[in-house]
């Protein structure tokens, strides 16, 4: 059991009042509170060892280097990856995936196939449509069924031997459904498609096993973890690393740099170009530590709670529709009042201290799927309770009254 209080205490913002309410926290899918631990960790490295990295012999730079290696290690251990430089520093789940589409610019020929689904963030579908255009491979598009579940046999059906990559999240930002994503693995790699993973919305739930999943790519943010905004991981598979040219060129990134010609550095540095997010870095270690110390298996189980006691709440309310009817779902509850436009009931909420998010999330196919505008969406963490939730369902049931 967590002892949700003693959590709370640990995040300083759920102390507060706004809009003269005490604050309820529910956008956690767009990114998640800090805890003291967090922010003071970032503070102690500016204010104890700042310095660049990997360059100087100095003392500091030194501190500094080890620190980051340090954190480096910590996501090589929580993900299981094989080898620590199979994880690359970003700034964000978008970097990690734009690198990835960018470095297939050598790999794919016209004709080839890229595989999305439709349950994908605008940043796991831009990114593969540019590269496309670039190299003339046409995307496929996994659809979903009402339930926003994907449909597994037409993903069946896109799979052939022009298929070269596949891409889907592992949880859905924009309805919260927990996709087969070892199942799409799999069977990708039965045409030998390599597959990415965009677990931008999973990694605050779970902890993915990279080498179980035998994913070739795996994206997140650490801002949606607990950590700061600006950093965030692509793990890849070494051999698929060593075959993708380097993103970006400059500092850090090269072994030897004549007028003539570059070598590149090692892994992971061939992709690290430039000054990274030291501080960020370091402290997205201390968030998965932070993270780890309550335990992923405590925080499923209670953010399930949370999870089916919202959805029991909210189907009280006349007119209502949630989006994504599955079993398989995160934290996640997207929904409708009907005849009421979702920003409406957001902005009505906000009042009343509430913070959801309204709009299309990133995701316009899936709310063009469902011939809407956007949802309200409410995404829970492990330090919300119950009481939120009553909050959360009287403001709505109140907003309704007024929009009627
Ligand atoms: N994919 C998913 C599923 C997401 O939810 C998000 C963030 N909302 C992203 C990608 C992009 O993450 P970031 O903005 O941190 O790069």
Partial sequence: MLDIQKIRADFPILSQTVNGKPLVYFDNGATSQKPQIVIDAEVKYYQEIN????????????LAT?????????????????????????????????????????????GDEVVVSSLEHHSNIVPWQMLCEKTGAILKVIPINNNGE????????????????????HISNALGVINPIKYIIDKAHT?????????????????????????DFYAFSGHKMCGPTGTGILYGKEEWLNKLPPYQGGGEMIKEVTFEKTTYADLPHKFEAGTPNIAGGIVLGTAIDYLNEIGFDKIHEYENE?????????NEIEGIRIYGNTKNKASVVSFNIDGIHPYDIGSIIDKLGI?????????????????????????????????EIDAMVEAVKKAQTMLS
């Fill in 306 to 314: 949370l999870l089916e006691y919202a959805t029991k709440r909210l």
């Fill in 191 to 215: 045409v030998g498609a390599a597959v990415l993973i965009d677990g931008a919305q999973a990694v605050p739930h779970l902890k993915p096993n990279v080498q179980e999943l035998d994913c």
């Fill in 355 to 387: 913070a959801v998010r309204t709009g299309h999330h990133c995701a316009q196919p899936i709310m063009n799927f469902f011939c809407i505008p956007g949802t309200i969406r409410a995404s829970f963490s492990f330090y919300n309770t119950k009481e």
């Fill in 150 to 169: 994907l449909i597994i046999e037409e993903f069946d059906k896109l799979l052939s031997d022009k298929t070269k990559i596949v891409t889907v999240n």
């Fill in 66 to 110: 080890d620190a980051y290696e340090v954190a480096r290690g910590k996501v090589k251990d929580h993900i299981n990856a094989k080898f620590a430089h199979e994880v690359l520093f970003t700034s964000g789940t978008t970097h990690g995936i734009n690198l990835v589409a960018n470095g297939f610019v050598s790999i794919l020929k016209p």
């Fill in 51 to 62: 310095a660049n990295i990997h360059r100087g012999v100095h003392t500091l730079s030194q």
